[in-house]
């Protein structure tokens, strides 16, 4: 089946450290996004790549950083500098031609030791 | 700045009743909506969207209606089951941005 598969599940960081975060998808869709979730609230929004070789902040893009490199991948690294990192990470994507929805991964759950 | 948001936090409705989830937003050049359900440790599923030129669409149970005077859209499920026991997501997509705006959610509890 197509879909977008994230992983790990569960990650836990240490102070100091970066980690990164796998997403990669099969439906053959140009955009790709990175989303993180607190608890209790919606989405917003850390990066978005419309194409490979190309991406945007989104508006909570401090301490984050991606790359894009190939269409089916879209990893998220969660470096030092963010002092807050634990949440749910989202990840999307969408095709182009018109609008349409996002299909989301299962997510990451990233927690701090 | 501009933002979707919902109404209701919390709805509890009891199974085969007709549910009612509302959201409002604040930005008149969005020109495409959309339902997501969320459940517990999982990503957001597609449930129904909805572009700026209708005002109703119809799914399987669902139904998405627009209302664009006052910026108002909700989403009616259909004699609930306790299947659809989930936290409730609009979206909105902003004219010329490729990423969706959501709202705080609202979390459906269907009683037995």
């Known amino acids: 089946d197509g879909g977008i598969t994230q992983s790990p599940k569960y990650l836990f960081r240490k102070e100091g450290q970066n980690v990164t975060l796998s997403c990669e998808q099969n439906?053959?869709?140009?955009?790709m996004y990175w989303y993180r979730q607190d608890p209790g609230q919606g989405l917003r929004l850390i990066y978005y790549?419309?194409?490979?070789?190309?991406?945007q902040k989104g508006d909570i893009a401090e301490g984050y950083s991606v790359s894009r490199e190939k269409k089916e991948s879209f990893p998220l690294t969660v470096t030092s500098a963010q002092k807050n990192p634990t949440a749910f990470y989202l990840c999307?994507?969408?095709?182009?031609?018109?609008?349409?929805?996002?299909?989301f991964g299962d997510g990451t759950r990233l927690s701090i030791l | 700045g501009e933002s979707v948001g919902l109404h209701l936090p919390t709805l509890s409705v009891q199974e085969g009743d007709n549910s009612i989830i509302n959201c409002a937003y604040s930005?008149?050049?969005?020109?495409?909506f959309i339902w997501y359900k969320q459940e517990s440790g999982k990503g957001p599923q597609f449930i129904i969207d909805?572009?700026?030129?209708?005002d109703k669409r119809q799914g399987q149970r669902v139904t998405v209606l627009l209302n664009k005077t006052v910026k108002h859209l909700s989403l009616q499920i259909a004699a609930t089951q306790p299947g659809d026991s989930a936290v409730y997501f609009c979206?909105?997509?902003?004219?010329?941005?490729?990423?969706?705006?959501f709202g705080s959610g609202t979390r459906l509890q269907v009683q037995p």
């Open positions: 999307a994507s969408t095709g182009t031609g018109g609008p349409q929805p996002q299909h």
């Open positions: 439906l053959n869709h140009d955009a």
């Open positions: 790549s419309q194409i490979v070789n190309d991406f």
């Open positions: 930005n008149s050049a969005s020109d495409y």
């Open positions: 909805i572009r700026s030129n209708m």
């Open positions: 979206a909105e997509n902003m004219t010329g941005r490729r990423a969706l705006t």
